[in-house]
């Protein structure tokens, strides 16, 4: 389980269904399940039974009490203050700075080279959440910043189950590689605190929020890395599927040239783009970056049927849930036109952002950007794996590409 979540999970849910009890320590255990009624009842229902789970400490010794770790009244001060920014008719203002940001990207790309298509998210979607929230460029920050977060994960996941140590802070920048890792994060954190320019999201969080400066550091780390990583991943695995999928590409390119014309997006194309979004949707199903989402019950609980007692870690895996082949068939196949028209799925069925009161905050956001980040780049450029080449996963906090992704770029 600890060297390969992914996999274990999967080989459970392959031989145990969708309601799994996995016994740890001598009287705990972690429950894991995937179907959508059990989502809706632990995320929704009866909310106010579940706290973040204790997988989430080591997280927690990063992001400290920004609003993705915190609980209680200071996560909804915290929310109070971050909430508005990203209501959905404020967040298409993001619009144009998000087309700009990414058509800038793409002109540096040679035409016909090899490049590490995931580097090139992550570099982008670094940048567009520096410029579009804090007002900061920082995509010459994102090779370190990277690195930074692939040492963080890894000693994420191997703390876990170290109960005293996994919260410490303090703990983390004693360890050699994981203190180094940290100052970086640090030194990123305060050249956008003390930026000039500022952006509407710092400005909000030094005056709404009486934050402390240690709480305005953890939310501004925070927003910076829920707020580039996951989609970072989410479009890299779209490139990968759709260079494995030429249909599904030819018709993604088909309609950005037909609904542009030529000129570049904008956030009015969101409702005229549906295949470019129904792609993304299709990618998240199959690679959700968040692939589990996990809390403790604080008392017994009934869900759906199965019998917790206090104390019990539960997993809701998007992993798992979007494999459910009572729900998804053929659920390996990326078949984007699930995504189309009226489903009469459960809305639980497919959670790549969560649900009830801690669902993703920048969830309009993130889809408005990658749509138009997907709109941008296909309508000048198509990205190929290299023939037969696999892309390995690699699930610790988030679900990415291991490593590189050499993608050929050409100019369509
Ligand atoms: C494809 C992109 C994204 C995915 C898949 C994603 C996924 C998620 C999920 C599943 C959660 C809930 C975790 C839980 O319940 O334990 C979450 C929370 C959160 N996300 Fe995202 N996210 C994405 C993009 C973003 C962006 C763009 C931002 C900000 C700019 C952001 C900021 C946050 C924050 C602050 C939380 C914590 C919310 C709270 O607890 O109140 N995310 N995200």
Redesign the pocket.
């Known amino acids: 389980m600890m060297r390969n979540p992914l996999e274990t999970y999967g080989a459970l849910g392959r031989r145990y269904g969708d309601a799994i009890r996995v016994p740890f320590g001598r009287e705990r255990a972690l429950y894991v399940l995937s179907r959508p009624e059990y989502a809706e009842h632990v995320?929704v229902a009866n909310q106010a039974n579940y706290v973040?789970a204790f997988t989430y400490r080591p997280l927690r010794a990063v992001l400290g009490d920004?609003?993705?770790t915190s609980e209680g009244e200071t996560?909804r001060r915290h929310?109070r203050v971050?909430q508005p920014v990203f209501a959905q008719r404020h967040v298409v203002g993001f619009a144009p700075q998000i087309v700009e940001t990414a058509a800038k990207a793409v002109e540096r790309w040679p035409d016909g080279v090899m490049l590490d298509a995931a580097g090139e998210l992550r570099r982008l979607t670094l940048d567009i959440?520096g410029r579009a929230?804090f007002g900061s460029e920082l995509a010459g920050e994102a090779g370190r910043t990277g690195r930074s977060l692939e040492i963080l994960q890894r000693g994420a996941v191997a703390g876990t189950f170290l109960p005293g140590v996994a919260a410490k802070r303090g703990l983390y920048q004693r360890v050699p590689g994981l203190s180094g890792a940290l100052a970086q994060l640090d030194g990123l954190v305060q050249r956008v605190v003390r930026g000039s320019s500022g952006g509407e999201m710092l400005h909000l969080l030094k005056e709404r929020g009486e934050f402390t400066e240690e709480e305005l550091h953890d939310e501004v780390l925070?927003?910076l890395l829920?707020?580039h990583e996951?989609?970072a991943a989410?479009l890299a695995w779209t490139f990968v599927l759709l260079s494995r999928y030429p249909a599904a590409r030819e018709r993604l390119e088909q309609e950005v040239d037909e609904v542009l014309g030529g000129r570049e997006p904008q956030a009015e194309d969101m409702d005229r783009l549906p295949w470019t979004r129904a792609v993304l949707e299709e990618a998240?199903r199959i690679y959700?970056?968040?692939w589990t989402?996990?809390r403790d019950a604080l008392e017994d609980d009934d869900i759906a049927g199965v019998q917790v007692p206090a104390g019990s870690t539960i997993a809701i895996p998007p992993y798992l849930l979007h494999r459910n082949v009572d729900i998804w068939p053929n659920p390996e196949g990326f078949q984007p036109e699930r995504f189309l028209g009226d489903t009469g799925r459960s809305r639980y069925a497919y959670?790549?952002?969560?649900g009830g009161r801690?669902?993703?905050?920048?969830?309009g956001?993130?889809m408005l950007?990658?749509v138009l980040v997907l709109a941008t780049i296909s309508r000048t450029h198509r990205l190929d794996l290299a023939p037969g080449m696999s892309v390995p996963l690699r699930a610790e906090i988030t679900l990415r590409p291991a490593g590189a992704v050499p993608m050929r770029v050409t100019r369509r």
Not at 351 to 354: E, H, S, V, Y
């Open positions: 995320l973040k920004g609003l993705l996560w929310r971050v959440v929230l925070t927003l829920a707020g996951t989609t989410s998240m959700p970056p968040a989402i996990e959670l790549p952002f969560g801690r669902i993703c905050v920048g969830a956001f993130a950007e990658a």
